[in-house]
């Protein structure tokens, strides 16, 4: 039940960060300075990829990667960075999500302890209770002997009625 809700949670939360993160990688390719960085981004995220490919297939890595063209860079830089905010917001929400459970979890196990707390303290006052009602069973019988009546005697007494 549980997993199902969390899966259309979660689906619901990318269609919502889609057009945040469309409007960011629009804006991305606009500003002078911010566009440099991401085209820098992108180069090294080329390079790494290639480099990294090229040794899944064993060729050479020795040979130099060509750049990709700048609006191509742009453009692949944006697409990350838009992937990159849609999964850091899920991520957010992971978070936020297990803290929640944590704290109910504790909040439930506090609820458990007290309970177990009180049946503790139940047993105790019972055991409390019994102790005490056998000193007076103590008290009545020494009394009895006392006056010259017997346990015995009574509980035949009571057998003949």
Sequence with gaps: MILPLFKLGTLALKTICKPFANRLKKEAGL???FR??????????HRFTTNMQRRLYGHATDVAVRPLDEEKA??????LLGELFVFSVAGVAVVF???????AEAR??????????AMKQRDEDIA???ELLKHKLEE????????GLS??????KIAEN
């Design 31 to 33: 500003h002078p300075r």
């Design 36 to 45: 440099q960085l991401i085209i820098n981004i992108a180069q090294s995220n």
């Design 74 to 79: 742009v453009q692949v830089a944006a697409d």
């Design 97 to 103: 999500e297990v803290q929640r459970s944590s704290r």
């Design 108 to 117: 439930k196990e506090e609820q458990r302890r007290k309970e177990l707390e």
């Design 128 to 130: 409390r209770e019994v």
């Design 140 to 147: 009545l019988e020494q009394l009895a002997k006392g006056r």
């Design 151 to 156: 346990v015995a005697a009574n509980n035949q």
